[in-house]
T-cell receptor
Framework: DGGITQSPKYLFRKEGQNVTLSCEQN?????MYWYRQDPGQGLRLIYY???????QKGDIAEGYSVSREKKESFPLTVTSAQKNPTAFYLC?????????????FGSGTQLSVL | EDKVVQSPLSLVVHEGDTVTLNCSYE??????LLWYKQEKKAPTFLFML????IEKKSGRLSSILDKKELFSILNITATQTGDSAVYLC??????????FGKGTSLLVTP
């Protein structure tokens, strides 16, 4: 089945530690996105990539980094510079004229700080 | 300042009821308004609206956009327990980020 796979489902980070969230898609979509979801808030864009080897900062990129070495993969690293990393992280992809509108989401990773 | 405001934030109804979810927005360079359903974890796409007055329909769900008054409604008729979810409204403008509202949490009780 085509879709987006995020792993792990749950992740714990110790202070000062970098952690990486995985996102893989087999939909052959060019565009991929990372959104952060906090309780009582709307989803906010962290980073996006429209094509392999290119990515752009979203609204809340500080303390995060990404890479896009393959079309299928868009991992997100939460660095120690991100002081409030506890949140639900959603990866998404899109294609065509509505590539940033009609999104296909993964099942998310819940990141918590120990 | 929120660009997309959804109301109500939560709602409890009985199976068979009809519900109306609201979404108002204020963005420049409007491109589209989208509705997503988030059950448990992964949001799934419901509708994309770009023109005023044209109803989009899928089964018991329907949605319409009013670009003059800057709002959209999502209707669900004959609700079922499987409709229980968080419904997200988002607006696309000239940027790449969708502007999401906080969501409406709907609980349908048997």
């Amino acid at each position: 089945d085509g879709g987006i796979t995020q792993s792990p489902k749950y992740l714990f980070r110790k202070e000062g530690q970098n952690v990486t969230l995985s996102c893989e898609q087999n939909l052959n979509h060019d565009a991929m996105y990372w959104y952060r979801q906090d309780p009582g808030q709307g989803l906010r864009l962290i980073y996006y990539s429209q094509i392999v080897n290119d990515f752009q900062k979203g609204d809340i990129a500080e303390g995060y980094s990404v890479s896009r070495e393959k079309k299928e993969s868009f991992p997100l690293t939460v660095t120690s510079a991100q002081k409030n990393p506890t949140a639900f992280y959603l990866c998404a992809s899109g294609a065509g004229a509505a590539a940033n509108e009609k999104l296909f989401f993964g099942s998310g990773t819940q990141l918590s700080v120990l | 300042e929120d660009k997309v405001v959804q109301s109500p934030l939560s709602l409890v109804v009985h199976e068979g009821d009809t519900v109306t979810l609201n979404c108002s927005y204020e963005v420049t360079n409007f491109r589209s308004l989208l509705w997503y359903k988030q059950e448990k974890k992964a949001p799934t796409f419901l509708f994309m609206l770009t023109s005023s007055g044209i109803e989009k329909k899928s089964g018991r769900l329907s949605s319409i956009l009013d670009k003059k008054e800057l709002f959209s409604i999502l209707n669900i008729t004959a609700t079922q327990t499987g409709d229980s979810a968080v419904y997200l409204c988002a607006v696309s403008d000239s940027g790449y980020a969708l502007n999401f509202g906080k969501g409406t949490s709907l609980l349908v009780t048997p």
